[in-house]
């Protein structure tokens, strides 16, 4: 399903307002008419050392190089979540909102069909930033479900995006926050947040279910809240890692920190690359083997193709594929 259809599905709007939101608020309404929901759950990093080969160190697209980020330009990256081999986040605001819903991805594979939480299919990056997902090679998303709507009341859920501009752009942070409310009494709260960290999905805040009251009266809800405690201690030993790590590289020792680019000119990581034209880009990458293909549009609006006759092409260029 495409994300405009997604984001403006009457049943969407009326029972899962966050969705909608958060939908809206990614991307362009171009790119929202062709993307996808499944493309969008599985849309890679935006971090620019991942995409530049100028930069050999990226763990995530070649494991093992080291991170170009943590000592790079990083006002985009991960405060949460992060690990000392990738500091990258998960651009995807439909994933935010998707977290905070408990929503459960199906997908199908070579072996069986099997049904993710939200919150367990994306990864943090760990010691294997490569790996985005828990995905198995081969499978592919075929549903998302969204469980029974608690959030329906507008007033009651909101999604917050803050970026460099309003018309599109990825975002810098951005929060999902939902209330279940009885009365004026807090039943049940949801909130999952980005400060674009990799796992947006691992991040969602039990907190939040904890404070529903200070005991919960039956054991299953208590064990819930019990990992729920382990599993934020053992991101706050990660986020403790990764800090310490940018700390090392920005010069922060201890508790005091050298200020040491206050008010100094300062070179842009990839500066001297580019103006000695030393970086390379994507496209600065060719093959000697490499296609080019030429785009040839139907003129016929709706039809079946029965054969393509490519006779001319090979009569005239027998190297041409087609
Ligand atoms: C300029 C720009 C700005 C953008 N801004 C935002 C933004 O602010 N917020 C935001 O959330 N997004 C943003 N996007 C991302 C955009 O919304 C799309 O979601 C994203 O590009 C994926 O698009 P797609 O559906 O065409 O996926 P594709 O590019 O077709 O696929 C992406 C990946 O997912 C895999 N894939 C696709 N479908 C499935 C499936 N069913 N199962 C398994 N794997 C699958 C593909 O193989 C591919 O590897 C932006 C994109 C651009 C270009
Ligand atoms: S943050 Fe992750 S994606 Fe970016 S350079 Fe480092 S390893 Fe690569």
Redesign the pocket.
């Known amino acids: 399903m495409r994300n405009s259809d997604a984001a403006n599905h009457a049943w969407v709007r009326e029972r899962y307002p966050l969705l909608s939101q958060a939908l809206l608020a990614g991307a362009s309404a171009q790119l929202r008419n062709m993307a996808t929901v499944g493309g969008n759950l599985m849309q890679r ?1 935006r ?4 995409y530049d080969l100028g ?1 050999p ?5 070649t494991p093992g190089s ?5 000592d ?1 330009n ?1 006002r985009m ?1 991960a405060i949460l979540g992060a690990s000392p ?4 986040t998960n651009p995807s605001d439909m994933s935010v909102a998707l977290a905070a819903l408990d929503a459960v991805v199906r997908v199908t594979g070579p072996n069986d069909a099997r049904t993710i939480p939200f919150t367990e299919f994306h990864r943090l ?1 760990g010691e294997r ?1 490569d790996l985005d997902t828990i995905l198995q090679p081969g499978e592919l998303i075929t549903s998302v479900d969204l469980p029974p709507p608690l959030f329906a009341d507008h007033s009651k859920s909101k999604y917050l995006k803050v970026r460099d501009r309003a018309s599109y752009a990825f975002a810098l942070v951005s929060v999902a926050a939902a209330l279940q409310m009885d009365g004026s009494t807090m039943q049940r709260a949801h909130r999952a947040g980005r400060r674009r960290a990799q796992a947006v999905a691992r991040e969602r805040d039990r907190a939040g279910v904890r404070r529903q009251a200070a005991r919960p009266a039956d054991p299953a809800s208590r064990r819930r809240a019990r990992r729920a405690g382990h599993a934020a201690a053992a991101r706050q030993r990660v986020q403790g890692d990764a800090r310490a790590a940018r700390d090392r590289a920005r010069g922060v020792t201890g508790r005091r920190c050298r200020m040491t680019v206050i008010g100094k000119p300062l070179d842009r990581t990839d500066g001297v690359l580019k103006v000695t034209g030393q970086a390379r880009y994507s496209a600065d990458n060719t093959d000697a083997k490499l296609a080019h293909a030429v785009l040839v549009t139907s003129t016929v609006a709706k039809g079946r193709i029965a054969s393509i006759d490519t006779s001319r092409v090979q009569a005239r260029c027998p190297a041409c594929c087609s």
């Open positions: 990093t971090c620019p050392y991942f930069f160190q990226c763990n995530k697209r080291g991170c170009a980020a943590i790079g990083n990256h081999r990738c500091i990258a990056p930033p």
